[in-house]
């Protein structure tokens, strides 16, 4: 069993910042890419960034400049540093991760941490 256990949102002002972690555990043989995506109320879940396990980076278009995705191999874990924050960046976000059991990639999803930007 591999679970994916988020940690870090919470309620922040415009123009704060949070950390969220994402540490995959259990019979891992290997981590590929990981990711955060987010969730609004009324809206489809989206990207926000992805980074490969040699830490090559992509980034919607809405949180470049802003957000900052990094991995610790040696931890199996995925932050998301996040600058700036606007309200509309007010979401439940996702850890994803594809992982390697055994001699099958599966595709892996955290429960989810909720952000709420706010004053």
């Known amino acids: 069993q591999v679970q994916l256990v988020e940690s870090g949102g919470g309620l922040v002002q415009p123009g704060g910042s949070l950390r969220l972690s994402c540490a995959a555990s259990g019979s891992i043989t290997s981590i590929y890419a990981m990711g955060w995506y987010r969730q609004a109320p009324g809206k489809q879940r989206e990207l926000v960034a992805t980074?490969?396990?040699?830490?090559?980076?992509n980034y919607a278009d809405s949180v470049k400049g802003r957000f900052t995705i990094s991995r610790d191999n040696t931890k199996n874990t995925v932050y998301l540093q996040m600058n700036s924050l606007k309200p509309e960046d007010t979401a439940v976000y996702y850890c994803n991760a594809e992982i390697l059991v055994a001699t099958t990639i599966m595709n892996y999803w955290g429960q989810g941490t909720q952000v709420t930007v706010s004053s």
């Open positions: 980074i490969t396990s040699g830490g090559s980076t």
